[in-house]
């Protein structure tokens, strides 16, 4: 048979590995060979460049600039009380801070707020996946009754009427044209520049042995091997955008409401990333788990069994001193990131 | 110097050399198909490799828009699905849905 067509993906990796083998043999003994692998194995973690941004939806500072804007401003919800960020805070790690998310008029919503942190490289967005993409995301939240409440003819109707939002709009996309297409680019495009800097993990991996302590560098190895736990938090955003059944107790079937011919789907949740992780407790999809430590406790022995749980899922048997490794990993993973500043909204009392 | 398309070139002969059914063959690993899109004859068979160190489950999309049941596959399985209905096929993993591969049966 022959490939008719196709472009591998497979080079760069070629390249890692014919890298590591080579130093492999021009060392010959254990040490080169675990210095080798270590080598590769941080490979895995590099992080990207820049940042991608879809043909449809390109990068421009002033469609930026008015995501950012809408982001902050609670007009976009139908009592106007709440905005995107009012759940998505940057002050909380992009979230809030609350087992489960908190809609209007003090609504108590299933799921807790995920962080929208690094989405740029994201794919099928919310825990259970039913969004495409961002463009796809970022207005469900206003229409939802539980949520936002703001129907959208409402709101374009509302923007539409005011003189600074009208200017924005036609900066960001040459036209008046307000709607619900260029609602959701704008903002999609805000969210895409919201990427968490370099953190101590990022300058060790780069060569900086002193960047993390010992009990990091042993929780990385941890992570890696006895814990699993790469098997899903993979790569530099450490998720793999996929979604598993990690064994919480819960009503809530996930990814399989989506799909519901899937078994191996039910109680399937997207893996979250774990950049900054410590800024955003309570954990998992349901707010269930209050530390790092109980998430690292309830993966080596608290979860549940069950035929849907992840066959990545095993009982790890760790330590108390890997456990304390684990965590002290996960702290590193947490970057200084840059201020975002809350935006002076436009009024209706502007000027064009 | 050879250049990257050479190299992947020379890297996918030497694995579909090594498929002992002749099938065409797609190798996951490090959770992405081995290629983006390919294109094969109607009724022909597509070895799928799950070189991993994950479980796989892949999912079909038919031209007519009808997913076919996913096909759980353990590090070291493989399958061989055959593809007979011209079109565009969307091949993803249910589990892992940023692996994803187009198959254009002619």
Known sequence: ?352 | MKNPMTIALVVASMLIASAASGALSIVQKEKQFSEEAITVKNGEMVRFINDDNVTHNIAIKDPSGANKPGIMQKPGEQSDVKFDQAGEHEVRCLIHPKMKMSVKVD
């Open chain 1, 1 to 352: 048979m022959n490939l008719r067509s196709g472009t591998s993906r497979r080079v760069l990796s070629a390249a890692v590995v014919l890298v590591t083998a080579a130093a492999i043999v021009a060392g010959g003994d254990g040490a080169v060979a675990a210095d080798a692998a270590l080598l590769k194995l941080k490979a895995r973690y590099k992080r990207p460049a820049s940042i991608p941004f879809p043909k449809a939806n390109g990068y421009s500072d002033a469609k930026s600039r008015l995501g950012h804007t809408l982001f902050f401003d609670p007009r976009l919800s139908g009592p106007g009380t709440v905005s995107c960020a009012t759940c998505h805070n940057p002050a909380l790690g992009w979230k809030d801070g609350l087992p489960r998310g908190v809609g209007h008029d003090a609504k108590q919503l299933g799921r807790a707020t995920p962080t929208i942190l690094n989405l740029a490289w994201a794919d099928l967005l919310m825990w259970d996946g039913r969004k495409e993409g961002l463009e796809d995301q970022a207005t469900g939240p206003i229409e939802a009754s539980v949520e936002m409440n703001q129907p959208m003819p409402a709101l374009v109707e509302k923007l539409s009427a005011i003189p600074g939002y009208r200017r924005m709009f036609r900066e960001a996309f040459g036209r008046d044209e307000i709607s619900k297409a260029t609602i959701a680019q704008a903002i999609a495009t805000f969210e895409r520049t919201l990427v968490s800097n370099k953190a101590p993990f990022d300058r060790w991996i780069e060569g900086d042995e002193s960047a993390i302590g010992e009990d990091a560098k042993r929780g990385f190895k941890i992570f890696n091997e006895k814990g699993n736990c790469a098997a899903c938090h993979s790569g530099w955003r450490f998720t793999d955008d996929g979604f598993h059944d990690v064994g919480l107790k819960s009503e809530d079937v996930g990814r399989a409401a989506q799909m519901p011919n899937e078994p191996t789907l039910k109680y399937a949740f997207k893996t979250p990333t774990l950049r900054n992780i410590n800024l955003r407790a309570p954990y998992m999809h349901d707010g269930s788990v209050r530390t790092l430590r109980d998430v690292v406790i309830h993966y080596d022995t608290g979860f549940v069994q069950r035929p849907s749980v992840s066959p990545e899922m095993r009982r790890l048997g760790l330590a108390e001193q890997e456990i304390k490794d684990l965590v002290a990993f996960l702290h590193t993973l947490t970057s200084q990131d840059d201020m975002i500043p809350v935006p002076v909204l436009p009024t209706k009392e502007e000027g064009q």
